[in-house]
């Protein structure tokens, strides 16, 4: 192996390293931020650990795209630091190592990261929305756990309520049962419910009291052993929404088909999502050039500035990338053209005024740009009024 592979080759292990470190912490830290309202959602499951754990795991691709979004930055912008603190990078230059032979690892990751993007979003997560949405319709039908309480009224469609008085935990029964249809009231000592096919659910009525009104007013009732009763959920709908929602669970197939499509709303909500998409795949290109104008500090510094702006920066091209894929008055493959030609101009003259000025230009030229924002926060929250009276309170 020449010298310059193995170059490229120690680069690399140091950034993969980091990439991956990146891309688990990222994951982990969206999935706890997130658990909370997870299981507000699968509070009145039967398993709702396990069913917390399948809903989890649909949402990874769309952590993961973040993660590997965040990850390829920090990866490179990390690994050129390392290598700028310990005087490597110094040496790399001074043997010969241009700046565009200098991007050829960054590179070779961006290249791969573009491959985990593609996979991710127009594959993977889509994929991961199906299995969301059908655990969301399995809630709200009742299949994964019925939403029954104690001391609580509960309709269930159709003329048709349900009350229980108490409910043994243990033993997954309902005691002291009413249930009341348009025809009519049925007592019960104790239940239980079932899931029994899309959208209906049968409650099993145990030593019933059954009161049959009748037209003159008066009542008959009767006396049962057991009772099968099979009613709708009110609640089992599935969970639609606009086209715009429905490209989430769409992969690139299914988008390419969905622009096919003769109805203009769908065709242009397949346009933005393919565009939006595409954009984070692109985007990866030209991530390197920020990592490096980013990741090298100035001479006898150790400031982590230039490391906490890319992210800002990072923050600000999603955001970008969404304002390009909203409602435009021209293609959103145009707006996504556009915004990507913008950031990749802004962030290669970055990396071009890096190599040209020295390493750390960037941070430098940031770092002297925050101490002027500072004096002047510092001016304007000394309000003359207060110097007065502050020197007349000593004299």
């Avoid at 192996?1 to 993969?16: E, I």
């Avoid at 310990?86 to 990261?113: D, H, K, N, W």
């Avoid at 009767?222 to 992969?251: L, N, Y």
């Avoid at 924002?373 to 020197?391: C, D, H, M, W």
Wanted: net charge positive.
């Amino acid at each position: 192996m020449s010298v310059a592979l193995r170059l490229d080759w120690y680069f690399l292990r140091r950034a993969l390293k980091i990439y991956g470190a990146v891309c688990i912490v990222m994951a982990a830290l969206l999935i706890l931020e997130n658990t909370p309202r997870l299981l507000a959602l699968i509070g009145d499951t039967t398993h709702p650990l396990r069913i917390l754990a399948q809903m989890s795991l649909a949402l990874i691709p769309e952590y993961m795209a973040i993660g590997t979004l965040v990850g390829l930055f920090l990866a490179i912008a990390l690994a050129t630091r390392s290598l700028c603190l310990s005087g490597e990078y110094q040496i790399f230059s001074a043997i010969g190592r241009s700046p565009a032979r200098l991007l050829v690892a960054p590179m070779i990751l961006a290249l791969a990261t573009m491959g985990v993007q593609a996979g991710l979003r127009f594959e993977l997560q889509p994929s991961g929305e199906v299995r969301l949405q059908q655990l969301g319709n399995d809630i709200l039908s009742g299949m994964l756990g019925l939403a029954v309480h104690a001391d609580q009224p509960i309709s269930l469609g159709g003329g048709t309520s349900l009350y229980v008085d108490r409910i043994d935990a243990d033993r997954q029964r309902l005691l002291d049962v009413i249930l009341e249809t348009g025809n009519a009231t049925f007592y019960a000592r104790s239940a239980d419910a079932a899931y029994v096919s899309e959208g209906f659910v049968r409650f099993r009525l145990e030593h019933v009291t059954a009161v049959y009104p009748q037209a003159s007013g008066r009542a008959r009732s009767g006396t049962f052993a057991a009772i099968d009763f099979v009613t709708p959920m009110h609640s089992s709908a599935p969970i639609t929404g606009p086209a715009r929602f429905e490209t989430k669970q769409r992969g690139l197939a299914g988008l390419i088909a969905m622009h096919r499509n003769r109805n203009a709303d769908a065709r242009a909500a397949a346009d933005k999502a393919i565009a939006e998409r595409a954009s984070y795949v692109l985007a990866c290109l030209f991530f390197p050039w920020l990592a490096i104008a980013l990741g090298t500090p100035p001479l006898r510094s150790t400031s982590g500035l230039g490391i906490g702006a890319g992210c800002i920066v990072i923050v600000l091209f999603i955001k970008s990338v969404s304002l390009a894929a909203s409602d435009l008055p021209i293609s959103p493959f145009v707006a996504a053209a556009v915004n990507l030609g913008l950031w990749a101009t802004v962030l290669y003259i970055l990396f071009a005024y890096e190599q040209k000025h020295g390493p750390g230009w960037v941070e430098s030229w940031l770092f002297a740009l925050t101490r002027r924002l500072r004096s002047i926060v510092r001016r304007t929250a000394s309000p003359i009024g207060y110097s007065k009276a502050s020197r007349a309170a000593h004299g």
